[in-house]
Nanobody
Framework: VQLQASGGGSVQAGGSLRLSCAASGSIFRLNDMGWYRQAPGKQRELVASITSGGSTSYGDSVKGRFTISRDNEKNTVYLQMDSLKPEDTAVYFC???????????????WGQGTLVTVSS
């Protein structure tokens, strides 16, 4: 299972960005997908996650500003980020829990990370 993230960039505070992450390769089962972020000198933290059925959860710092969604036909997860703040600056990583083949136990896979920079 490979995860390819895109959509990062630079934006001013109050602006918006949309991240995408497509899962490809051998995928028997794709369970939860999500986004994590890591700012310089800080631990990686959960931003948002979504189950295969569409149930969502968000980190406290992004509730009401970010929206996660997914397209199961395209094996793709999206993160719409609105009202961005300088403290949202971080490398954003896509995550998916998946099983590549039948009888394989699901495990977590990670994308390469995409940088989001929010200037004040």
């Amino acid at each position: 299972v490979q995860l390819q993230a895109s959509g990062g960039g630079s934006v001013q505070a109050g602006g918006s960005l949309r991240l995408s992450c497509a899962a490809s390769g051998s995928i028997f089962r794709l369970n939860d997908m999500g986004w994590y972020r890591q700012a310089p000198g800080k631990q990686r933290e959960l931003v948002a996650s979504i189950t295969s059925g569409g149930s969502t959860s968000y980190g406290d710092s992004v509730k009401g500003r970010f929206t996660i969604s997914r397209d199961n036909e395209k094996n793709t997860v999206y993160l719409q980020m609105d009202s961005l703040k300088p403290e949202d600056t971080a490398v954003y990583f896509c995550n998916a829990n998946a099983a590549p083949f039948i009888r394989f136990s699901p495990r977590d896979y990670w994308g390469q990370g995409t940088l989001v920079t929010v200037s004040s």
